[in-house]
């Protein structure tokens, strides 16, 4: 069973935030979620992580609700360069990475 | 990742080859991955290597074959390919930690006719 649910697609104007949603009710208290991204066929790059804190780096910011089922990847001012698949990840130390289809981020003109 | 590279980029053979997937890292990493990801699919894990004596078998490793000949390399073989081998493969490398956040190579694309 998938442990994150993401919308299949997702349009954003350039230059707005683009706010993508992750849920994962069944989290366990030591599991992670990550954020990875793939512009067209390139290899997955990494954006960001978190456990229970808000996070924020160059790239974005990840917010984690308080109960920790839910989280949102935030690009600030997306640019038409964001348009790429977002994949929701979580798991534990040990476990292996499984990404599954994600969200298609469209950034339009 | 320049860390992290691949090669070919992309590889076009006939059924019943064999077929060598090549990656090297840069990146000083004790672990690598080998994923394949299939049309508007997301990726799954073939095999990994958490260190140089350690293969794993992953996901879907029927029909795939690993070698870890070094702390920094890590090929994939597929030893008779068949059309439904034709994907994208990705090599990934982490750090062992508590998150090990992975990077991926560029990929390989592979098509088997």
């Known amino acids: 069973d998938a442990k994150t649910t993401q919308p299949t697609s997702m349009d954003c104007a350039e230059g707005r935030a683009a706010n993508l949603p992750c849920n994962h009710s069944?989290?366990?208290?030591?599991?992670?979620v990550y954020w990875y991204r793939q512009i067209h066929s390139q290899g997955p790059q990494y954006i960001i992580h978190?456990?229970?804190n808000n996070e924020t780096n160059e790239m974005a910011s990840l917010i984690i609700t308080e109960d920790r089922k839910s989280s949102t990847l935030i690009l600030p001012h997306a640019t038409l360069r964001d348009t790429a698949v977002y994949y929701c990840?979580?798991?534990?130390?040990?476990?292996?990475?499984?990404f599954g289809p994600g969200t298609r981020l469209s950034v339009l003109p | 990742d320049a860390d992290v590279t691949q090669t070919p980029r992309n590889r076009i053979t006939k059924t019943g080859k064999r077929i060598m997937l090549e990656c090297s890292q840069t990146?000083?990493?004790?672990?690598m991955y080998w994923y394949r990801q299939d049309p508007g699919l997301g990726l799954r894990l073939i095999y990994y290597?958490?260190?140089?004596?350690?293969?794993n078998k992953g996901e879907i490793s029927d029909g795939y074959s690993v070698s870890r000949q070094a702390q920094a390399k890590f090929s994939l073989s597929l030893e008779s390919a068949i059309p439904n081998q034709t994907a994208l493969y990705f090599c990934?490398?982490?750090?062992?930690?508590?998150?090990?956040?992975?990077?991926f190579g560029p990929g390989t694309r592979l098509t088997v006719l």
């Open positions: 990934a490398t982490s750090e062992a930690g508590v998150t090990d956040t992975q990077y």
């Open positions: 069944t989290i366990s208290g030591n599991e992670y």
């Open positions: 978190g456990l229970k």
């Open positions: 990840i979580v798991r534990t130390y040990g476990q292996n990475f499984v």
């Open positions: 990146k000083g990493h004790d672990r």
């Open positions: 290597s958490f260190d140089v004596k350690d293969i």
